[in-house]
């Protein structure tokens, strides 16, 4: 079981998965995984880290909440290979699925159709660490070229990233949240290979819920051209979140909200944004 301390290391692999065929446009059995493949080998993998962790309530009926900061870095060992493409998908729901107690996307960021410019700025990034919150773990800081987002209300000839919430459970209400980055077609920039997301969770109970992760990726290889790769974590494999606050934090490796800057009793008054730092950067191979 992958731990929410932990890096949860999502391999992905050619082939088509039916979620993600109109998207990108995927044929079946597009690709055949050589055995040197199945043994994963150099493929592309996304490494995911739950870097914050913050429970409260919402006004004003003071319903139980959750923040969760989440950071994605694309990685690749082979050469001439760059991501053109990805679709992040995470559903949450109930951890003892008979009860359909499932949390709802409350609030997420970045949300909405953003049009991304590569900036001069050189930005300094601490993975798995945010300026809102108590480091917890050992971090490592790395030098990439931070993305600027402007938000767009129609599709630009531009990069773009867009967020937004979705119904994919048996609720009636959001359960998931799926971000797309997609290069511009025109000059064929690799998209950012550094993600940092934030959700907030409306819960209706204090039961453990749980999530899955859903991977599909374009990428542009020298020698077998446009391939498409799929990976997932499912809910079974990544350990629930318990609201249990007798439970610190710091014991799952998941760094607190820091008290002194939010309000925990009004936690659908933050700045998702501000607080997760959300940010888009491509870091060195």
Known sequence: MEYLGNNIDIILLPGANEDNDAEYGIRPNQLKRTPYQEGYGNQPIVQTTVSGIAHGTLEPDEYPATLLVFEFHLLSMKKGLRFTGCRITILFEDAYKPWNLGPEVWQMSPEGTFALDESAQQRSVKISHNAGFHVAMSTKASIGSAWEMEKVGHEEECMTLSGRRKILGHNS??????????????????????????????????????????????????????????????????????????????????????PRKVDLSRMDKLDLSDLADVILVTLPA
Do not use: H, Y
Not at 207 to 212: T, V, W
Not at 214 to 236: S, T
């Open 173 to 258: 209400r959001d359960d998931a949240v799926v971000w797309v980055m997609e290069e511009n077609s025109g000059n064929k920039s690799e998209i950012p290979t550094f993600l940092r997301g934030a959700v907030l969770l409306r819960c209706e109970s204090e039961e453990p819920f749980s999530f899955s992760i859903k991977i599909g990726a374009q990428v542009d290889d020298d020698k077998l051209g446009v391939c498409n790769i799929f990976g997932e974590k499912k809910a079974e494999w990544v350990s629930p979140v318990t609201r249990n606050l007798l439970i610190d934090p710091e014991t799952l490796r998941v760094p607190p909200v820091d």
